[in-house]
């Protein structure tokens, strides 16, 4: 069996190691992050180190499925902080069929690891650094996107697909679903609290993922018992457990299942108060 993050190292321009840490060999689903296509954007790599730890800290994260993890796809680049790779190219717009163009060695080692899964289901996310933290997304991805967002409150904004890019490539030419995850400047500890949950949402969804709606003010609201239970069933992490059967000696003043509150009305039905834990 595979190791958990087991290291295939591959080459750039100038010879300097690629990385792909893989976790699993399931074929339930091909998962793969992608980080620093651009050489002076790191912060990518950190988050995907840590989410490698979560990997390995937990192994049903990844049951039944492939995680392919690349934190840093332009090492030249990264050396002296470029955001080209030794040959001046772009990586994030180096994306085209073969035969139109003589792609870069960095950008060949991603499109020989997809290309055997194009017929099964995968699904990509790269990292970048932006002014502003949004989600770009294909068409296929607008629901993962979604729930991206209800983790780490981006803004979700269709991609436009422009030729030589990842999203162009996979969105258009093989209608997969392609997330390009823009961060703000943060700090490693800021940019993994706003983020931890929105990937490893990307690990936990799937084709039958349960959204939860936003109400008219933008929030996510899980307004029913139906809703709740295909939540848990999709995530046993989301599961509530009752405080007095928890802790047995404790104390509620639960005020809005009284009259005494500032609605002056009882708004809740039951004195009951759940936490996750």
Excluded at 44 to 72: F, W
Excluded at 130 to 147: R, V, W
Excluded at 156 to 163: D, G, M, N
Excluded at 187 to 200: F, G, T
Aim: hydrophobic share 40%; net charge neutral.
């Amino acid at each position: 069996t595979t190791k958990e993050g087991k290291k295939l190292p591959l080459e750039s321009v100038q010879k300097r190691s690629i990385a792909i840490y893989q976790f699993g060999e399931g074929e339930q689903e091909y998962i793969i992050y992608i980080a620093t296509l651009h050489g002076n954007e790191t912060l990518g790599k950190s988050l995907l180190e840590n989410l490698m730890e979560e990997l390995r800290r937990d192994p049903s994260l990844y049951q039944n499925k492939t995680i392919y993890c690349i934190p840093v796809l332009n090492p030249d680049g990264y050396e002296v902080k470029s955001k080209e790779n030794a040959n001046q190219v772009d990586l994030a717009y180096d994306f085209f069929e073969v035969g139109t163009t003589s792609p870069q060695p960095e950008t060949t080692l991603l499109l020989n690891l997809v290309e055997p899964l194009l017929k099964k289901k995968v699904k990509l996310l790269a990292i970048h650094e932006a002014q502003k933290g949004i989600i770009f997304h294909t068409a296929s991805a607008k629901e993962l996107a979604e729930l991206m967002a209800i983790y780490n409150k981006l803004k979700v904004v269709l991609t436009q697909e422009k030729p030589g890019t990842l999203s162009h490539y996979y969105g258009q030419g093989y209608h997969l679903p392609v997330i390009l995850l823009e961060l703000s400047p943060l700090s490693l500890q800021e940019a993994w609290l706003q983020n931890k949950e929105a990937l490893l949402a990307v690990l936990r969804s799937n084709t039958r993922q349960t959204l939860i709606p936003l109400n008219e003010y933008g929030l996510a609201v899980v307004n029913t018992l139906e809703l709740y239970h295909a939540l848990i069933q999709q995530d046993p992490h989301k599961q509530l457990v009752d405080l007095e059967k928890w802790i047995p000696e404790s104390r509620l003043d639960i005020k809005y299942a009284t009259t005494d509150n500032f609605m002056k009305q009882k708004l809740y039905t039951s004195a009951k108060a759940f936490l996750r834990h």
